[in-house]
């Protein structure tokens, strides 16, 4: 093997094995907000399995990226039937676990909506946007409150991969 072989090797490396592949972004609570879709090959934070007639796709975003940690992350979990969708769920955390106190589109007042949607065997491209106000969940006993929600107005353009199990 050349040198300028062993070098490449050596280079890619040094590559980390967590990449960002695709991003939520847009605005929260009145300042702009960037999240990562992490992935490394099909292993991503934007999957989706099928139930029956159904496509449950759901999208994680991360603050880092570079780094799996829910800090402040996004999640979206979307349902789609016949290429509409169903049903939506967006929840931000606001520590590093996925327990309240955390914000939801539960209580809330939240749109989704889909500009695009295409799927390609194990692949989906997934488009759309997610704006209103979700609402502050404070407790799990607790219902969320509105009152105390924030502001979200964001787009998501990622690519989904089948789970496997």
Known sequence: MKWNQWIILVLIGWLPLTAQSDTIDGMLDGE???????SQGRDSNASFVEVGDQRQITITGFVEPDQRDAYEGLSISLAVEDNQLIDAQVVQLIGSTTVPPLYTSEGGSVTVTLTQLEQQGSHIHIAGRVEGVLALQTALDDAPSRAEGIDI??????NAYR???
Not at 153 to 158: A, I, P
């Open 163 to 165: 789970a496997r199990f």
């Open 32 to 38: 702009p907000r960037e999240w990562f879709v992490l």
């Open 153 to 158: 107005d964001v787009q998501f353009d990622v």
